[in-house]
């Protein structure tokens, strides 16, 4: 090799040398770069690239009734999901996709084209895992099952699933897609029913290739709570609103049931209503638990404030007169008028006809600040603290705020607004002893196993009024339904007390409009040892009857009179309870329907009034007609020997199951008494001639007497007429009782 070969190799070699140098320096400085100084960048780049942290719903706790039956569940759902990085095709993945999820099994474009979009967004970013459609319908989780689609997987996920469809939804509200309570108890109650979720790592190598689970967290499902309400009362109360809403042509209406003496809420419906399986399908208004969320003047309702408030001071007693003028009277220039003209009226008189100018001179004794004391401490003004969001409070202005004409209106339920919840918590107190109950929706709290957790107590009563108060408001509050505006809500068996209210609305210009009206009936039963409180509001009936004695009384009646039967509540003692009777009243109830449009002139609403009161005439005197007949029928007669005091109800009580005693011989109203002390339910069948009597006695019973049956269960009695077989002259009881087994009853007819 020459010296000039040479001195050109070492030249080369320097160059490489050189090159390499530089490339390492660089590679270095790279390496230093990404190791060094962008590591956290890094680290992060390939954490998303990799894994996926992937949040798993915890299953809600499941919300009861008041009898432990299921209001709101939670099921286990498929969710699709995708890895991107597996899926070669994503327009072809998301048209096969789309198919199964669109409507009626076709593949809209709008549908196929997001999913090829999130699909081919998620293979360019080297996304593991996106969500396709969460928590979808079994026949759609089976269908994608069956494509067995590459990249494409079904994970389990829970579900918000109301059994019972649209019943009590305005109370339960519903719980969105992240398994989050969006609206009424599922809101409410959510840190308690919703648990802890839990959490999956996803790991997969740079491909996307492999899918390995590590799960870091299992969820904690939430805790159960057992609510006030009872499903069988709510069905009631909710079947009876609606055809209510539809007969009179209302906009909407509400319907409040509690039991007075622990403040429960046995049931609360509004309508319209929606299903909480779809609350996207329902209007926002649709949505709305009106019962709590509205406030609306009550109108003659009121009355019982403003009567138990002069009551309460003194200034006024039931047989007190008053002069109501021809229905009109002036204050502060300013004439106010009565629904119909009145003359003297005694204070009883005023509330059972509901007369305003009346009611303005109660209210008028009263000094302005004590009537305002005995507002609030009805509990208006100011929220009930019922379990439930969106609550309003009402509208109660301050004294110093009053106009000259403030407290004569507010005497007859004008110049204010309250909610159905806080009116019907007011009237129930009158029927607790003067003891207002707040109301609660809570009973119990239950952990996953349905052991009890946490016992909700019956919230403090506070006394409102005096038992004396009481004592006097009750009868007055009684002859509204016996002899006054609310005669559609008497009942057979039952007493009565409320007060049936016809407010008229305010319109945008801030006016009374005269053909809008929210018709009311609050009320409770029985009225000297209430069972239920209920309230019934229709908003703006379209019908030609728009009173709440005329359209809301008769829902007061259907929804109280099955709802006392099915708690197990006897009849009244000294009350006709008569099956014949009932079915009567009860179908000229149902018969009653209210769908014509209001008219346009007031000779036409006029003539439809008088209509209607010649109808009601008639019935009366078909009824009375038919009760005459029935009392000159012949009865069957039963011959037995005299009866001894029947066992006390716990002695035939044992572990659950009832032996029952010989009832034959015994009067029915006292048999049935008996029956409902001793937890069984009682069935008045036809009498021996097949009339629906039920005076006389039971000459019949089945199950028969002796027989054991478990507690609850139905007893089926035949009424007839006796006559009591004496022991001989000279018996002793030794002999009396013998006798009595020899005994034989003897049918013959009435002489």
Known sequence: MTATERAALRRRLRALALGLTAWAACLGARLIDLQVF?????????????????????????????????????????????????????????????????????????EASSLTAKLAAGKAQGRMFVWVRRKVDPGVGAAVRAMKLEGIRLEREHKRFYPNGALAAHVLGFAGLDNQGMEGLELALDK??????????????????????????????????????????????????????????????SVVVLDPATGDVLAMASFPSYNPNRPGDADEEHRRNRAVTDAYEPGSTFKIVTLAAALEKGLLRPGDWFDCQNGAIR???????????????????????????????????????????????????????????GEARGLLRKPEEWSGISQATMSFGQELSVTPLQLISAVAAVGNGGELRPPRLVLKELDAHGRVVAE????????????????????????????????????????????????????????????????????????????????????????????????????????????????GVPPEEGRLWEEGDDATLLAHAHARRWTRPIPLDEKERAAERERERKEREKQAARERRARRQERERPRPELVVPARRPLPSPRAVIAGGEVRLPDLLGYSLRKAVTYLGRAGLRARVAEGDDGSPSADGVVVEQEPPPGAIVPAGAEVALRPGRYVLMMPDEGQDEEEGRAADSRVTPVRRPMR
């Open 38 to 110: 962008r590591a956290g960048e890094m680290r992060a780049a390939a954490g998303n690239q990799q894994e996926r942290v992937i949040r798993l719903d915890a299953r809600r706790g499941v919300l009861y009734d008041r009898a432990g039956r299921e209001l709101a569940v939670s099921v286990e759902v498929d969710s699709i999901s995708a890895n991107p990085a597996q899926i070669r095709d994503p327009a072809r993945t998301a048209a096969a996709l789309a198919a199964v999820l669109g409507p009626s099994g076709s593949a809209p474009t709008g």
């Open 456 to 567: 909700a107590p019956a919230r403090p009563a506070r006394r409102v009024l005096e038992r004396r108060t009481v004592d006097q408001l009750l009868p007055m509050m009684e002859a509204v339904v016996e002899r006054g505006t609310a005669k559609a809500a008497r009942m057979p068996g039952y007493s009565v007390a409320g007060k049936t209210g016809t407010a008229q609305k305010i319109g945008p210009d801030g006016t009374y409009r005269g053909n809008r009206f929210v018709a009311s009936f609050a009320g409770f039963t029985p009225s000297r040892r209430p069972r239920l409180a209920i309230l019934v509001v229709l908003d703006e009936p379209r019908g030609a009857l728009y009173h709440g004695g005329d359209i809301a009384a008769p829902v007061f009646r259907r929804i109280a009179l099955p709802a006392l039967r099915y708690l």
């Open 192 to 253: 308690t029913i919703r648990g802890r979720d839990g959490q999956m790592l996803a790991v997969g190598d740079a491909r996307g290739q492999k899918f390995l689970k590590d799960m870091r967290r299992e969820p904690v499902p939430g805790h159960g709570v057992v609510l006030a309400l009872d499903e069988t009362i709510q069905h009631i109360a909710e079947r009876e609103l609606e055809a209510a809403v539809a007969g009179t042509g209302s906009a909407h209406g």
């Open 331 to 389: 204050v502060s220039g300013v004439t106010l008028h009565d629904h119909k003209p009145f003359g003297s009226l005694s204070a009883t008189e005023v509330l059972q006809e509901s007369s305003n100018v009346g009611a303005i001179k109660i209210g008028l004794r009263l000094n302005g600040r004590d009537f305002d004391e005995a507002i609030r401490r009805f509990g208006f003004g100011v929220r009930t603290g019922i379990e439930l969001p």
